[in-house]
């Protein structure tokens, strides 16, 4: 069984700076591909970011040069260090092994203009 806990969303205004966490349990987090999601109220669930196993990061266009994806396969952890936050980005991320169905709560992220 898998089980995923994000955590790190808040409130914060334009400009400003985050940094999300999401913990896995279960052994397959140091071979597995981890992505980070977000869905903002009324709209569908969009991949932003993920990171293989070896490291290798791609980002959306919407995030490049904002967002950072980074792992730690010794604490079964991804994180993601969000700057210059845009009102845009209010969202709730939820980290995801890619191409799997398991999912956490997610965590709210909400950006003030």
């Known amino acids: 069984q898998v089980q995923l806990v994000e955590s790190g969303g808040g409130l914060v205004q334009a400009g400003g700076s985050l940094r999300l966490s999401c913990v896995v349990s279960?052994?397959?987090?140091?071979?597995?591909?981890m992505g980070w999601y977000r869905q903002a109220p009324g709209k569908q669930r969009v991949l932003v970011t993920y990171?293989?196993?070896?490291?290798?990061?791609i980002y959306s266009d919407t995030v490049k040069g904002r967002f950072t994806i980074s792992r730690d396969n010794a604490k079964n952890t991804v994180y993601l260090q969000m700057n210059s936050l845009k009102p845009e980005d209010t969202a709730v991320y939820y980290c995801?092994?890619?191409?799997?169905?398991?999912w956490g709560k997610g965590t709210l992220v909400t950006v003030s203009s």
């Open positions: 995801n092994p890619l191409d799997s169905d398991y």
């Open positions: 279960g052994s397959i987090f140091s071979i597995t591909t």
């Open positions: 990171i293989t196993s070896s490291g290798t990061t």
